[in-house]
């Protein structure tokens, strides 16, 4: 039997209440407080607010347009219905505003923060995260972490003059760690945020310590988990990979993609509406805990995935990651990665850039050039450099099995 909670009546009546009255809440980010690069550019207007400028600059570079041709968990298989990155996406800005609307939270900064939360992220999804991260820790000593690659993109490579409190939330979504308690650590300033993301490039752990800035960033974060946790098992589902049962998951937070979406939200508002955090009650919380360890055990360490990831696309990925950087370091201005790469970022970013990127190290550019592609886009450029390779990603067609 479908479980769908609801709000208690006497929480939608305040919030009648306090929409009457034109409550505004004291713990919402304010535009008026944006904090820029350049103060002095990209100055809001009454049609383009501070945190709109931040969605608008994020969706026109054209890495926004690759989420759509990036693995979201399932890389191997043809089907129109499974998540790619681009829904991911869009499902955690809609979950998040949501939230966050309620709550009478800055929904503009929401959706900026949510929209660019993955824009780092590799082909392959985790699992390619996993296999760079290796590769450029072997080379430099340094750690790979697509949300940290995410602000690197939005605020290195292509200098956007993005909003610190965006940049923040975005480094601070790790969808992997649950909390039953998101307190936002206030900051507003950059040095404070190259700091952090300094420490994460440096130090093992210094990501997993990153906590939001804004309430925001921290509605962001959750809504990370739960725009997942039931998409994947959909997905999964779909796929023949995740079979559906009785577990004591179910029985607070639902087991299905429409059930948890809606009864983590209705949780989350009843117990955090006009406090300065957000919290959900502990049921929730090792229902939601336990729900993600599950999908870990029977669908993220699905073997036959992992035995391709391990046997085919690890080996292309070291493949591929030398030869670029033997590009690089041999300075060959007519190979890939200068032209298609290094050449596409300084045509595109000419005209508000003046950041030097073919000075950054060769491995920093090689990363970049890696963490930007799709996956089809990945294994095309292996079979560019390798016609005779003996590595090949084989994809589960549309009608090679029931889908």
């Not at 209440?17 to 304010?30: G, L, Q, S, T």
């Not at 952090?196 to 490039?201: A, E, G, V």
């Not at 509406?273 to 669908?299: H, V, W």
């Amino acid at each position: 039997m479908p479980k769908y909670d609801n709000l208690s009546e006497e929480l939608q009546e305040r919030i009648r209440e306090d929409r009457k009255k034109h409550w505004v809440n004291p713990f919402a980010f304010r535009d008026e407080d944006v904090v820029r690069r350049k103060m002095n550019h990209d100055r809001a207007n009454l049609w383009r607010p501070a945190f709109v400028r931040d969605s608008e600059k994020i969706m026109h570079i054209p890495y926004y347009n690759r989420y759509a041709d990036k693995t979201q968990v399932f890389s191997l298989y043809k089907n129109d219905d499974i998540s790619r990155r681009s829904q991911h996406v869009q499902l955690v800005s809609r979950i998040a505003r949501n939230i966050g609307g309620v709550l009478g939270l800055n929904t503009d900064l929401i959706e900026a923060i949510a929209l660019g939360h993955d824009i780092g992220h590799t082909p392959f999804g985790h699992a390619g995260e996993r296999m760079l991260g290796e590769l450029y820790f072997e080379s430099t000593g340094r750690y790979f972490n697509h949300n940290i690659h995410s602000a690197r993109v939005l605020d290195t490579i292509f200098p956007l003059n993005l909003s610190v409190q965006t940049l923040d939330g975005i480094i601070c979504h790790n969808g992997e760690l649950e909390l039953k308690e998101y307190r936002p650590v206030k900051y507003s300033d950059f040095p404070s945020f190259d700091k952090k993301m300094s420490d994460c490039y440096i130090r093992r752990g210094a990501v997993k310590e990153l906590i939001p800035a804004t309430l925001e960033g921290c509605v962001v974060r959750v809504s990370d988990i739960i725009a997942y946790l039931g998409k994947d098992r959909q997905d999964a589902i779909k796929l023949g990979l995740y079979e559906e049962t009785s577990s004591g998951t179910g029985q607070s937070i639902g087991s299905t993609n429409a059930e948890i979406i809606n009864n983590m939200t209705v949780n989350i508002l009843e117990n955090s509406y006009g406090r300065d955090y957000l919290r959900m009650d502990d049921e929730y919380f090792q229902a939601f805990k336990g729900g993600k360890k599950e999908n870990y055990e029977r669908i993220y360490g699905n073997r036959k995935l992992e035995e391709v990831y391990h046997k085919q696309i690890h080996p292309m990925f070291e493949l591929v990651y030398r030869r670029l950087l033997g590009e690089m370091k041999a300075h060959d201005r007519n190979s890939v990665i200068y032209t298609h790469h290094i050449n596409y970022i300084k045509g595109l970013t000419r005209y508000y850039s003046d950041f030097p990127y073919e000075e950054c190290k060769a491995e920093d550019i090689v990363v970049d050039y890696m963490a930007s592609m799709t996956d089809d886009y990945f294994v095309d450029l292996y079979h560019y450099f390798f016609p005779k390779g003996e590595y090949k990603v084989s994809y589960t067609g549309y009608f090679d099995r029931r889908q």
